[in-house]
């Protein structure tokens, strides 16, 4: 095999057993992982931004295409430095607002229609077949199809109700802000397993490339790791911790 | 006499075979030329395409009719085909509106000049380009419309959005005359918010326990509206830091985010009149990749175990690792997001969540700023609206009146 993906694997194993160490307590194990995965992240960042955005998006097309209108966003990205410099600090005030600003106008249309719009046009379905009798279709059979239009806008209007702020929930509306909180939590709850089963899928994947990378081929790379593992926390938690009490008592 | 049969057999076989082929040939001849061909820039669009369209006659509306679109830079030619449609889209409301006339017309949009049919590397339009129309048997034209041109361009204004724009501008009505009103009587009622009168209760127990409060602002950039909630949040839970001398820290995802958020610390701390306490160092850069910022984040809250974490704005898979390591070190922890698919993790690790809308009250709630009770105000009138639109357009659906559900049709 390979030495190069041999030591890909050996590196993969010892960074997934160090990152899973924090299971059982920070260590200095899963801070060096932490700080590895750190550190590449931000180097990788670093690089991305240089080629994607100052080399293609600004560079290339001002020097190569002559698209001046790219002066005014390198300017006002430039501007953001000044916040180094008190006394003109305040210009980098005026791009923050501009960005608030900006996402703000883009995001209000984008949610109104998004959030609002497409929500409504979804749920204002008829509520019964009134030609064809309310739970039977255009053949006679029972159906709960319309049944489904009901549930929709009892739950959404119950709902909407519970994150009324203007109305105490006393009375007739607390026991419809009661009915919208059931309606939320049967969606949570299925979100929640739909989610954990994705997480343990995950945990399957990992589970299986250990598994694999503790075969011969590698060299036993899961088990031998594991154990060192095990003994530097046995030895840490014995020896020295144990001496270091040992240390203080005297 | 039977030498000859073979050849006679061949001969009476072509005969048919010819005669069932002019019969298929009589039947094509049913078809008949494009009609009112036009080609015009497609409306509502930021340029770049040219839209075709011509009369559905019911003679060629067949599956088995094919129209060629042929293009050229001059209206004498030379003529490139540039596509073959067969199933032909027509009633598109985001171009033409809702009119049921629109149902008459076969529509194509051409974006590309192409050499050849099944040419890879078509070149976009650039300058007036002509087209003319032809139906086809698949092999054979059967007849060309006119020549038609139209040059592209993109437009100002998107017509087809004109709904959401009367909607913001009643909304912000709405939200304007409830601010007057806010201002006119600044004790208007807004109901109490659990999640949020237990942020005073944490910022208590931290100071009493020395520790810092942990304020996390989300994953999303300044663009996303639970982040610009989640930094007002900050303000105000800053202010009620510096008031009780404690400590707050924010790390942050996104530079912009942090800058923002060092600025909001800074003007809450003035406002406490305790701008000597400001620590700019407490706000900082982790990193933009999403398990990275998590694995950070974690390892800072088991080596500063702060008493409270307070999770705002919108977060994605890495909510449980934040939430559960916030839980296993005991800090009291208040949760608030918008991201349906994150909340129930959240609640079932937290505290305290505030749920979707109660992220954007809880600024007006800590506050009590006549700005932000009535836009509060204004949103609560909004959504009594939107139950009475729920309930009237409901019951016009069932009637078989459409006219409310083509109000909400978005493109």
């Not at chain 2, 326990?209 to 007002?232: E, H, V």
Request: glycine share 8%; charged share 15%; hydrophobic share 50%.
């Amino acid at each position: 095999m390979d030495n190069t993906v041999l030591l890909g694997v050996w590196l993969a194993v010892g960074l997934t057993l160090f990152m899973y160490s924090f299971l059982y307590k920070d260590n200095v194990f899963f801070r060096f992982g932490e700080h590895v995965y750190l550190g590449i992240s931000i180097g990788y960042i670093i690089v991305r931004v240089i080629f994607n955005n100052f080399i293609n998006d600004l560079y290339k097309p001002l020097v190569e295409d002559r698209d001046y209108i790219l002066i005014i966003p390198a300017l006002m990205g430039l501007a953001l430095y000044t916040r180094f410099f008190t006394r003109i600090a305040w210009v980098s005030r005026v791009i923050f607002a501009f960005i608030v600003g900006f996402g703000a106008g883009l995001g209000i249309p984008r949610t109104i229609a998004g959030g609002i719009f497409k929500q409504l046009e979804g749920v204002l379905m008829p509520l019964a077949a009134i030609k064809d009798g309310f739970f039977f279709n255009a053949d006679g059979n029972f159906t709960l199809v319309n049944i489904n239009s009901l549930i929709i806008i009892v739950g959404i209007t119950s709902v909407l109700v519970y994150f009324f702020f203007s109305v105490e929930h006393k009375g007739v509306v607390k026991s419809v802000s009661r009915v919208g909180i059931y309606f939320v939590m049967i969606a949570f709850g299925a979100s929640f397993g739909y989610t954990v089963m994705g997480r343990m899928s995950l945990l399957i994947g990992r589970c299986y490339d250990l598994i694999e990378f503790s075969s011969p081929k590698y060299y036993y790379a899961s088990i031998v790791l594991l154990i060192m593992l095990i003994l530097v926390f046995i030895i840490y938690e014995v020896v020295i911790k144990k001496g270091e009490v040992l240390k203080t008592n005297e | 006499m039977n030498k000859m049969m073979p050849w006679f057999r061949i001969l009476f076989l072509g005969l048919i075979s010819l005669l069932g082929f002019n019969n298929d040939i009589f039947a094509q001849n049913t078809l008949v030329s494009p009609q009112d061909f036009t080609a015009f820039d497609t409306p509502n669009d930021a340029g770049g395409s040219v839209s075709l369209t011509w009369r559905v006659v019911p003679e060629n509306n067949k599956p088995e009719v094919p129209y060629l679109i042929l293009a050229a830079t001059a209206p004498d030619g030379p003529w490139f085909e540039q596509t073959t449609l067969v199933n032909l889209k027509s009633d598109y409301p985001q171009y033409f509106g809702l009119s049921a006339s629109n149902k008459l017309w076969s529509y194509c949009e051409i974006t590309d000049f192409k050499q050849s049919l099944t040419d890879d590397n078509p070149k976009p339009i650039t300058a007036t380009t002509y087209f003319k129309l032809a139906v086809t048997d698949g092999s054979k034209t059967l007849g060309f419309s006119s020549v038609v041109s139209a040059m592209h361009q993109g437009n100002w204004f998107d017509a087809s959005k004109i709904n959401i724009l009367i909607f913001v501008v009643i909304f912000s009505f709405v939200i304007m005359f409830f601010i007057s009103l806010a201002r006119k009587n600044p004790d208007l009622f807004i109901r109490r918010i659990p999640g949020l009168d237990a942020i005073e209760e944490a910022i208590g127990r931290a100071t009493e326990m020395g520790k810092p409060i942990l304020y996390l602002n989300g994953l999303d950039g300044m663009g996303s509206l639970s982040t610009i909630a989640a930094t007002s949040i900050l303000g105000k839970v800053a202010r009620k830091v510096a008031n009780y001398d404690s400590q707050i820290k924010v790390p942050c995802r996104d530079p912009i985010v942090m800058s923002v958020c060092q600025e909001v610390v800074r003007e809450a701390y003035l406002e406490a009149g305790r701008p000597d306490a400001y620590n700019q160092d407490n706000i900082f850069f982790i990193t933009d990749d999403q398990f990275a910022y998590a694995a950070a984040v974690d390892g800072l809250m088991v080596r500063h175990k702060p008493a409270a974490n307070l999770y705002m704005g919108y977060y994605y898979a890495e909510s449980l690792l934040l939430a559960e390591t916030g839980a296993a070190i005991g800090a009291i922890q208040i949760a608030g997001t918008d991201s349906i698919t994150q909340l129930p993790f959240f609640i079932t690790t937290c505290d305290y969540t505030l749920m979707g809308e109660e992220l954007y009250a809880a600024s007006a709630y800590l506050s009590r700023e006549p700005l932000q009770t009535g836009s509060l105000k204004g949103q609560d009138f909004t959504k009594g609206l939107i139950i009475l639109i729920l309930i009237l357009g409901s019951l016009a659906s069932t009637a078989g009146i459409t006219f409310l559900v083509n109000l909400f049709k978005t493109f």
